[in-house]
């Protein structure tokens, strides 16, 4: 699958703070280096649920967890065939994991700077001291080289290949199990990943410390959205009000207008199918900083539709279309005639968005002027602002639901609808419960709902070739 290039990639790191910044000087005056992360490099915090998640697949596969207490962890969602995401921890991409959809697990993808945070206990390569230098430089791991090999692992299981000493030179993925390999006297036992050059420093800090690191950068880019906004209001004297969802980014864009020309109200595309922690972060917003909240409802259009079309799929979403973009139209006719909406758009977000103009009208919305004052961010942007800020985000970001809206939405990855079906069983149940009714309608084989194919028709991807 192609690497999505959508904008500059601006992680950087300090050493000196052991922290994230969005640019080329920390706060603390340290310059900072660059991380290599594959593109689009939307870069956000793992929290607590991620860190659990993450260490329960490593403790799974290698016998112990990857990310320590105290050091600041970072994601990066990458093309796959379904879910992968890169874990940066010490400025360095240390892993990846990817959610095998077929099989419903995740696996773990380490590369070489992982072994400055954990020993493994299984799932281990022992070569010999003349093989070192090469697998070093990315040769594989051939049998005359093989000096040993934990019991159990199997042929395509990844594994960390050590040298006699106990230091890891390489990772990558077994060609040969462990029964096979022990006989070979000839061939490929592992074929070794290739070493991104990427320097690794490990310490412990708090997203406070980013925070503060990056203190001069969100000044910067929170006086150009402020500026943005100003601008845009002035030009277009209509009713305004913030495009709120209940995500991060409008929350963001909230913060971001109020400062600009204070308090106006917001618009809350109400389709009856969100999580009950978005409508709950609506009302908390509204009330922290005395907000009108106004607000369309169509859930009943949606199940009407759904009954005639069946559920909705990537590329044929009618739902936005029955359930957000109709309802806004004659929302905004009827309150204001025209309005003009301030939207968390961010260009980070797809191609779509990274070509969509900063200020634009939808074809169906024509009544709605709409501006992206955040365009420009990442969600690391996003995130730190977030948190200077002290806002109230919504819970589902700490229950490993990284893209607030419906629960069932057919762009959603499988691994995210596995976590729906684990976290929320009751809203899956129902949901499948309809499924199921659509399958037996219309004499669709079992394999539409256990693999998904209600939502699209799965296509095969290439691996990343820093994976593979």
Not at 143 to 152: E, I, K, R
Not at 213 to 230: G, H, M, P, S
Not at 273 to 287: K, M, P, Q
Request: hydrophobic share 40%; aromatic share 10%.
């Amino acid at each position: 699958m192609r690497r999505s290039y959508l904008g500059k990639l601006a992680l950087h790191w300090c050493d000196h703070c052991h922290v994230p910044v969005l640019g080329s000087r920390c706060a603390c005056g340290a310059e900072t280096r660059p991380v290599p992360i594959t593109p689009p490099g939307d870069i956000r915090p793992a929290f607590d649920a991620d860190i659990r998640h993450i260490n329960a697949i490593w403790g799974e596969y290698f016998g112990s967890g990857l990310i320590p207490d105290g050091h600041l962890v970072l994601l990066n969602k990458i093309p796959d065939a379904d879910r992968m995401e890169e874990i940066i921890l010490g400025g360095s991409v240390v892993s990846a994991i990817r959610y095998i959809a077929d099989e419903e697990r995740w696996e773990p993808i380490p590369r070489r700077a992982a072994a400055a945070f954990m020993q493994p206990s299984k799932q281990r390569v022992i070569v010999d001291r003349g093989a070192v230098e090469s697998i070093r430089q990315g040769s594989s791991v051939l049998a005359p080289g093989l000096v040993g090999m934990d019991d159990g692992i199997g042929e395509g299981d990844e594994v960390f290949i050590f040298d006699e000493d106990g230091q890891c030179v390489g990772v990558g993925r077994a060609k040969a199990g462990t029964e096979d390999a022990r006989t070979m006297q000839r061939g490929m036992i592992v074929r070794t990943r290739k070493n991104v050059p990427s320097l690794c420093i490990p310490g412990r800090a708090s997203w406070d410390d980013a925070v503060e690191a990056n203190r001069t950068i969100l000044d910067r880019v929170e006086a150009e959205a402020v500026r943005f906004v100003c601008d845009v209001a002035a030009k277009n004297p209509l009713p305004a009000n913030v495009s709120y969802s209940g995500g991060k980014d409008s929350l963001a864009t909230l913060l971001i207008v109020r400062k600009a020309i204070g308090d106006i109200p917001l618009l809350f595309a109400d389709t009856g199918l969100e999580f009950a922690e978005t409508y709950r972060n609506i009302e908390e917003v509204a009330s922290a900083y005395g907000l009108e909240v106004i607000r369309t409802g169509s859930a009943d259009a949606f199940w009407e539709a759904f009954a005639r079309e069946g559920p909705p799929a990537v590329d044929k979403r009618w739902c936005c279309k029955a359930c957000k973009l109709l309802p806004v139209r004659d929302l905004i006719t009827e309150q204001w005639g025209e309005c003009l909406s301030f939207i968390g758009q961010r260009k980070y977000e797809s191609f779509a968005r990274k070509n969509s103009p900063r200020v634009w009208r939808n074809g169906v919305v024509g009544c709605q002027l709409s501006a992206a004052p955040i365009q420009h961010w990442t969600a690391l942007h996003v995130w730190l602002y977030l948190f200077r800020e002290h806002a109230p985000y919504n819970a589902l970001y700490e229950q490993r639901i990284d893209r607030i809206g419906c629960y069932l939405c057919p762009s959603s990855d499988m691994a995210v609808f596995a976590t729906i079906r684990e976290e929320f069983p009751d809203l899956w149940a129902d949901w499948q419960a309809r499924l199921v009714w659509w399958q037996t309608a219309h004499d669709l084989p079992g394999e539409w709902i256990e693999k998904g194919l209600w939502r699209r028709i799965g296509e095969s991807a290439d691996e990343d070739s820093s994976y593979s």
